[in-house]
């Protein structure tokens, strides 16, 4: 059974850095075709995309976060990284894992999300 589960710090101060961490179970980060995606829902607003880290290691990040947001892995771990810099209050969201075939549309797997919040 495929599991992702993110864990991070909850309260976060303005301009501070943000480090999220998406473990896998149940598959690997490595296998062919897939890619692992970080997706967040601010409070009464829709799902947006941050960014997808592929099978192969290949980066993609929203033309709006590009500059502030890295997206890393850990193979040994089966472990996907979300950091982003320069956090400010619209960045309090619920940050959510997620995984697909990078050749559909629909998510396959979806993490429980983690509440991050930006206040001083």
């Not at 897939?34 to 997808?52: C, D, F, H, N």
């Amino acid at each position: 059974q495929v599991q992702l589960q993110e864990s991070g710090p909850g309260l976060v101060k303005p301009s501070q850095t943000l480090s999220l961490t998406c473990t896998l179970s149940g598959h690997s980060i490595i296998i062919q075709d897939y890619a692992w995606t970080w997706i967040r829902q601010s409070p009464g607003k829709g799902l947006e995309w941050v960014g997808v880290i592929a099978y192969d290691g290949s980066t993609y990040y929203s033309p709006a976060l590009k500059s502030r947001a890295s997206i890393s892995r850990d193979n040994a771990k089966n472990t996907v990284y979300l950091q982003m810099n320069s956090l400010k209050p619209e960045d309090t969201a619920v940050y959510y894992c997620a995984a697909k075939l990078i050749y559909k549309a629909d998510y396959d797997y979806w993490g429980q999300g983690t509440q991050v919040t930006v206040s001083s």
